[in-house]
């Protein structure tokens, strides 16, 4: 199963997709160029079991609310 992180960009909304060896640095919006971290796997813990335990599409918010 392929795990990939959705980011929203905190100034635009955008969502971008990325791979999970992406976690923990820094990335640049593609719509408006701000740059923003996503967070590390340990703080996605929780996220990883509910995506693996569910099967579908999960989604993550800054603070680690879990939608989906």
């Given at each position: 199963?392929?795990?990939n992180i959705l980011a929203r960009c905190p100034r635009c909304a955008t969502v971008i997709v990325l791979g999970i060896q992406e976690a923990d640095r820094r990335k640049r919006c593609v719509r408006?160029?701000?740059?923003?971290?996503v967070p590390d796997t340990a703080a996605l813990g929780r996220a990883v079991e509910v995506i693996r335990e569910a099967k579908a599409n999960v989604f993550v918010d800054e603070q680690g609310r879990i939608y989906g």
């Open positions: 199963m392929r795990v408006c160029g701000r740059l923003f971290h």
